[in-house]
């Protein structure tokens, strides 16, 4: 960890210092135009102390990224060890280019950052300001991210996010070419933002935060689905807002972000709607502009507009937005109408008389209880009405809806009911396996310890028939033990109560050993044992204990399975997945013995299955190894399979167990 004596130390030394903060800049020599393949270079410094600086050059392929990622990682920890957290800063003027996979590594990356509470992007080129706006969009970050043009505005912006308000203050608010917030196109260079932590809701489905656009706009971002607490929560906030801007109240429009919404039930939207005529009434606004919504949300805005004593306009894009509100304001100045759209919206009332019938079409809609059962609970409808044949279709479509929707809920209710009786009854089987797995392994203990204590000769010689039958005792108590133990070992797994017990296995004396426990038994049967393991890596993180069981089993198998004078070969070997950042090991266990058929290759895995399930099989076992194999190879995440060209042709066992942080 660097402490704050430790960077003005290093100050002094290179006689650095923000030109906009005034705060100590530390640029270690090792941290300078680090190279990493190609032209890719990138340079750390440290603004104060909790400001990092990435300036990144050349072009950026996928490999190049991982290794500069893996200094940045280190650079991170020594500077900001949990739970200290930073802004990052990453200009990108002599960035050349990325490679998509390098682009999607980069994402996921910052992503997981846990200590990051802003990323601010600056110098981009066009090109690249396009790339993080798209990223903005299609990634959910749980940090503030924005573009800038130059060092001055990102240090600002940075200080800001820092000083605990989250994003620019009254005072502070950044003017001529604005801060741009990732996520929600901000065109208008003259545009000035007020934001405040406090003005943002944030829940498991939705998110939703306020701002205030030159004095006089209330803008409001929705991401997610709105609920009924969420709506009751948002409108507080909203108060929040027009109480702090207080000159803006009676004279001021609002905004509405829709572009990352995924909807609203019926049951919300009336409440939300309500909420709306509360809030205009008490603090009235002279338009609200819905821009971003799609064709649905667009729907139930227009089916409102009768309904509601505010005007309403819908547009394409936040600049169309925008626009919208600026032509209004030149009509309200010139004292003139306005209509709510670029291109007019058709008046209701026309001189046929066809705007009431529309009125009421729209009221019938709009009173029709679409979250219960039944038809609409406003007036009946003169048969005479030139709608009538249409209120009746839609009833009608109400009710085959409902119908639907009852059948829809009780096939549900029976899965649901059908998938709690199965868990209990897998729950119930797992403890009473485990229950009775500990009753009999107790006394089964006694049994065999005190077996081994009398044919050992502890208490006197034996007959040779005493020896005999002595010796078959203790091998059926070893064999009903490990059967015990594997029904144990199986049903903590299906329970859930097995974890991992992570530690650093190395791999040359785990396959030494997992090797001389069958030694023995593999020369007795003069079986020949190959091996095959790779320098590298030479340690890895597993459960050590699980994986040494893994091994023996399917070695056992091999053993068990193959004929005397056969082979068995055990590999090692590296294991690249579908990307590049995907690493781990193969083990490989292959046999010449009697094989197996295809249709047995994945039943041989189910627990109590074996590939011959005959009663007087020659081979006798639990049919539980393999079985519990799976579940452990999977417990560490990875994934086991069996392969065999067919009956007496041998068998190979696969397993690949991924590479990760211990």
């Known amino acids: 960890m660097i402490k704050g004596d430790d960077i003005k130390k290093y100050s002094r030394e290179l006689n650095d210092r923000c030109p906009v903060t005034g705060w100590p800049v530390l640029r270690k020599p090792e941290w300078a135009e680090v190279g990493f393949g190609g032209s890719y270079r990138v340079t750390f410094s440290l603004i104060g102390e909790h400001i990092l600086l990435v300036e990144t050059s050349g072009q950026v392929t996928l490999q190049d990224l991982e290794q ?7 650079i991170k920890e020594a500077l900001f060890p949990n739970p200290r957290s930073y802004v990052r800063l990453e200009h990108w003027s002599k960035l050349q280019g990325t490679s998509r996979a390098a682009r999607d590594f980069y994402i996921r990356y910052i992503r997981n950052d846990q200590r990051l509470l802003g990323l601010i992007f600056y110098g981009l080129p066009t090109i690249f300001k396009m790339a993080v706006k798209i990223a903005g969009r299609t990634n959910i970050f749980q940090f503030k991210m924005a573009v800038v043009d130059g ?36 065109e208008e260079a003259s545009c000035r933002v007020v934001a405040r932590e406090e003005w943002s809701l944030q829940t498991e489905d939705c998110s939703i935060r306020f701002e205030v656009i030159n004095g006089n706009i209330l803008h409001g971002i929705t991401s997610g689905s709105l609920r009924d607490r969420e709506i009751v929560e948002s409108f507080k906030i909203r108060e929040k807002v027009v109480q702090a801007m207080e000159p803006m109240a009676g004279s001021y429009y609002y905004l509405a972000g829709l572009s990352r919404s995924q909807g609203i039930s019926t049951k919300a939207r009336k409440l939300y709607i309500s909420s709306f005529r509360k809030f205009y009434r008490k603090y009235p606004f002279r338009l609200i502009v819905f821009y971003g919504a799609n064709k649905f949300l667009r729907a139930g805005i227009n089916l409102s507009r009768p309904f509601v004593p505010f005007k309403i306009a819908v547009a394409e894009d936040f600049s169309q937005g925008l626009n919208l509100i600026e032509k209004s304001n030149l009509f309200d100045r010139q004292e003139s109408d306005y209509r709510g759209a670029e291109k007019p919206v058709p008046e209701l009332d026309s001189p046929e008389g066809s705007g009431q019938h529309v009125r009421d079409l729209l009221q019938f809609l709009n ?64 403890d009473f396996l485990a229950n009775m797995s500990h009753e009999l392994r107790t006394p089964l203990n006694h049994i065999i310890g005190f077996t081994e204590l009398v044919v050992d000769r502890n208490f006197g010689e034996l007959s040779p028939k005493q020896e005999e039958f002595l010796n078959d005792v203790l091998q059926s108590g070893r064999h009903l033990l490990a059967l015990i133990n594997e029904i144990l070992d199986l049903s903590k797994v299906e329970a859930g109560k097995m974890d991992l017990i992570l530690s650093t296995v190395f791999l040359r004396p785990l396959m030494d050993n997992s090797l001389i426990m069958l030694k023995e038994k593999a020369l007795k049967n003069r079986l020949k044992l190959m091996t095959e393991i790779p320098d590298q890596p030479e340690s890895f993180p597993a459960d050590e204990r699980k994986l040494k069981q893994i091994l023996y089993n399917l070695l056992s198998n091999a053993v068990k399975f193959t004929p005397p004078g056969g082979t068995i070969q055990v590999r090692v070997s590296p294991e690249n997945g579908a990307s590049k950042g ?18 047995d290759l994945e039943r041989i895995f189910r627990p109590f299955e074996q590939a011959d399930n005959s009663a007087n099989r020659k081979f006798q076992g639990t049919g539980l190894g393999l079985a519990l194999t799976r579940k452990m190879v999977e417990l560490h995440g990875g994934k086991i399979w069996a392969a065999s060209e067919g009956e007496g042709k041998g068998c190979a066992f696969h397993f690949v167990l991924p590479i990760f942080e211990a």
Not at 398 to 424: G, N, P, S, Y
Not at 587 to 599: K, M, P, T, Y
């Open 582 to 599: 995907d690493k781990g090991l193969r083990f490989s266990v292959i046999d010449s013995g009697i094989g197996l058929e295809a249709r």
């Open 367 to 430: 009173e029709m209880d679409w979250v219960g059962e039944g038809n609409n609970k406003g007036p009946v409808r003169d048969p005479s009405h030139p709608f009538a044949p249409v209120f009746e279709a839609i009833e009608l479509l109400k009710w085959e809806f409902d119908d639907l929707l009852r059948e829809q809920q009780r096939v549900q209710d029976e899965l649901q009911q059908a998938k709690e009786e199965a868990e209990k009854t897998n729950q119930a089987k797992s």
């Open 68 to 74: 500069g990622l893996l200094l940045d990682t280190r």
């Open 151 to 186: 060092y001055d505005q990102a240090v600002i912006l940075a200080e800001n996010l820092l000083s605990g308000v989250g994003a620019v203050s009254e005072p502070d608010v950044l003017r001529g070419p604005a801060a741009l917030m990732v996520g929600e196109p901000r």
